[in-house]
């Protein structure tokens, strides 16, 4: 099965909190909203998500991350219902040398950071892998970005390296039941 179809239709959350985000796949006309959301980001959590100092994105990051597509690169945005801002996204993109494997990144604006937006965007974001053949994430963490390393732990089974100042994750997508209970929630079960 294809990814097509999954999330064609935005999908409506609610966060831990109370509040709600629509979730559905980024599209072409969302540049806009990245280069807002990058703006929305402090200072530290842009070098957490880029692993170093950046001051804003150029125009080929801007077209790489509005022009995510096919199965071998998906991304997901969360917008804020009220406003239609940007406030999270979550992608991966399938590794040439190995068709099991991809490399996934969340990123959440700090306004929306500890509310369930990250783990709602990387478990829709799993299931879209899966469906694509996909087996196992890998991802580039700083030591002291405990909170994506939480989300990532929360996939499956996880192994860990470090060097060079950075931790390599690799996590294994363990199959799921396909019906999501929201971020937080219990999975339905068949």
């Given at each position: 099965?294809?990814?097509?179809?999954?999330m064609?239709?935005?999908?409506?959350?609610a966060?831990r909190?109370?509040?709600?985000?629509?979730?559905?796949?980024v599209?072409?006309?969302?540049?806009?909203?990245?280069?807002?959301g990058?703006?929305?980001?402090?200072?530290?959590?842009?070098?957490?998500?880029?692993?170093?100092?950046?001051?804003?994105?150029t125009?080929?990051?801007?077209?790489?991350?509005?022009?995510?597509?096919?199965?071998?690169h998906?991304?997901?945005?969360?917008?804020?219902?009220?406003?239609?801002?940007?406030?999270?996204?979550?992608?991966?993109?399938?590794?040439?040398?190995?068709?099991?494997?991809?490399?996934?990144?969340?990123?959440?604006?700090?306004?929306?950071?500890?509310?369930?937006?990250?783990?709602?965007?990387?478990?829709r974001?799993a299931?879209l892998?899966?469906?694509?053949?996909?087996?196992?994430?890998v991802?580039t963490?700083?030591?002291?970005n405990?909170?994506?390393?939480?989300?990532?732990?929360?996939?499956?089974?996880?192994?860990?390296r470090?060097g060079?100042?950075t931790?390599?994750?690799?996590?294994?997508l363990?199959?799921?039941?396909?019906?999501?209970?929201?971020?937080?929630?219990?999975?339905?079960?068949?």
């Open positions: 099965m294809g990814t097509q179809g999954l064609d239709v935005p999908e409506l959350i966060l909190d109370g509040p709600r985000v629509h979730i559905r796949p599209r072409r006309g969302d540049r806009d909203r990245f280069e807002d990058f703006t929305r980001l402090s200072a530290e959590s842009r070098y957490r998500r880029f692993l170093g100092f950046k001051k804003r994105l125009e080929e990051e801007l077209a790489f991350f509005s022009e995510a597509e096919g199965p071998g998906q991304a997901l945005g969360a917008l804020d219902p009220a406003t239609g801002e940007g406030v999270g996204v979550a992608r991966y993109v399938r590794d040439d040398d190995d068709d099991d494997t991809a490399e996934a990144s969340v990123v959440v604006v700090d306004a929306w950071q500890g509310r369930g937006v990250g783990w709602a965007l990387l478990e974001l299931m892998a899966r469906a694509a053949g996909i087996r196992r994430f991802a963490l700083l030591p002291e405990r909170a994506m390393l939480h989300l990532f732990e929360r996939l499956g089974r996880m192994e860990l470090s060079g100042g931790l390599e994750l690799s996590v294994e363990e199959a799921r039941p396909a019906a999501i209970a929201g971020p937080a929630g219990p999975r339905a079960r068949a």
